[in-house]
């Protein structure tokens, strides 16, 4: 069974390009599109118990309004969400993708995630939420913490959708990276596309080594690809090679060290999504 796409929508400007991503996605897989959006548990329910602010002896129909107010905000709330899931749909039906289901969930997003990627072949979502700061280039607060919980592929889509030609495969032998090569190799998404395939290690024959595992996987099913050797730290040259060689889109592992390491050091997984101006496709 042809497993389907699963978009993360919360109506922040990287929606539209959300759509875009999925489309492109969804005509070179053939796959049926589910649009998600998920309410907090707050704010499926409003903002609270906003009486218990309210010193003893309020009047009764002050607590009778908020509890409307409450109540009112909730519902406007989950309006806005199905005019998020609406509005989606009709613009990928417009770019011509028919099989398009929406969801409205309200709970936990981590375990929406969980929930919907058993049947999920892929995972589409911003690079950043709806409250994120553009100015500080902090990444979604969301974005991490789906990609480290997936099991399937995540699409981290930038703000505008180009033609994707040309991919680069970054290859440093892990668990994760080996993932992204596999993925490379079998799925219909990247068929007939220019491949680049980047180690960074230096000039010697364990980059030479991995290259050559790569692209001989590569060609193994009739894609080849260009081996590149970098040497440097990794979230500086890679995305140097990116906009030297216009890269189109990057296929990578996702968050190869551990959590604690990454706060301490930075991670090179985070500061490609951030530097790189087109779409990742991360797994871990």
């Avoid at 290859?171 to 596309?193: H, N, T």
């Avoid at 730290?233 to 189109?248: H, M, N, S, T, Y």
């Avoid at 990454?262 to 991360?282: A, H, K, N, V, W």
Wanted: net charge neutral; glycine share 10%.
């Amino acid at each position: 069974m042809n497993k389907h796409i699963v978009a993360l929508l919360d109506g922040s400007i990287y929606s539209a390009s959300v759509c875009e991503h999925c489309a492109w996605a969804a005509s070179r897989l053939g796959s049926k599109l589910e649009l998600l959006h998920v309410l907090g548990r707050r704010e499926a329910s409003g903002s609270g118990d906003l009486s218990g602010s309210l010193a003893l002896g309020a009047r009764t129909a002050l607590l009778q309004e908020l509890a409307a107010l409450d109540e009112q905000r909730a519902k406007l709330i989950n309006q806005r969400g199905r005019a998020i899931l609406d509005d989606a749909r009709a613009m990928l039906e417009k770019a011509g993708i028919s099989n398009v289901e929406t969801r409205l969930r309200h709970g936990d997003l981590l375990e929406t995630v969980e929930e919907v990627q058993a049947s999920a072949g892929l995972l589409v979502m911003g690079k950043r939420g709806e409250a994120a700061d553009f100015a500080t280039g902090h990444l979604g607060s969301n974005l991490e913490r789906v990609v480290r919980i997936s099991k399937v592929p995540v699409l981290v889509a930038s703000r505008a959708l180009q033609p994707v030609r040309r991919i680069l495969l970054a290859f440093d032998g892990g668990e994760a990276s080996r993932r992204a090569l596999q993925f490379l190799v079998s799925s219909p998404l990247y068929a007939d596309m220019e491949i680049l395939v980047a180690s960074v290690g230096g000039m010697n024959d364990a980059t030479y080594g991995l290259l050559a595992e790569a692209q001989g996987k590569l060609e193994a099913v009739g894609r080849p690809a260009i081996g590149v050797p970098l040497v440097g730290a990794p979230e500086q040259v890679l995305p140097q090679l990116v906009v030297e060689r216009k890269i189109d889109m990057v296929v990578m592992g996702a968050y190869g060290h551990g959590r604690i390491r990454s706060m301490l050091i930075g991670s090179t997984t985070s500061e490609m999504i951030r530097t790189c101006l087109i779409p990742i496709l991360l797994l871990r």
